[in-house]
C-alpha cells in the first residue's frame, strides 16, 4: 500500500500547531495596498488559525499530521 502524500500547496500555506490547531497567513495583504486604509492593513498582519468548518478539508491535505 503506497503512503499518503501530503499536498505540497498545503504544506507551504499552513503549520499544524501542538494543539491541533492550524495555522495560515492573512490574505489581501500582496498588493494593491493603496487603496486599503491602515486599519485595515493593519488588522490583517499576523498569522490566524483556520475555522473549524474547514478543518475537514485540511485533514485531507495533510494527512499524517493528526486532525
Same mark, same amino acid.
Given at each position: 500500500?503506497?503512503? &499518503?502524500?501530503?499536498?505540497?500547496?498545503?504544506?507551504?500555506?499552513?503549520?499544524?500547531?501542538?494543539?491541533?490547531?492550524? =495555522?495560515?497567513?492573512?490574505?489581501? =495583504?500582496?498588493?494593491?495596498?493603496?487603496? =486599503?486604509?491602515?486599519?485595515?492593513?493593519?488588522?490583517?498582519?499576523?498569522?490566524?488559525?483556520?475555522?473549524?468548518?474547514? &478543518?475537514?478539508?485540511?485533514?485531507? &491535505?495533510?494527512?499524517?499530521?493528526?486532525?
Amino acid at each position: 500500500m503506497p503512503k &499518503m502524500k501530503t499536498k505540497s500547496a498545503a504544506k507551504k500555506r499552513f503549520r499544524v500547531r501542538p494543539g491541533g490547531t492550524v =495555522k495560515r497567513g492573512q490574505a489581501f =495583504k500582496r498588493h494593491i495596498l493603496t487603496k =486599503k486604509t491602515t486599519k485595515n492593513k493593519r488588522h490583517l498582519r499576523g498569522a490566524v488559525n483556520v475555522h473549524a468548518t474547514n &478543518m475537514g478539508h485540511m485533514a485531507q &491535505m495533510l494527512p499524517g499530521q493528526g486532525l
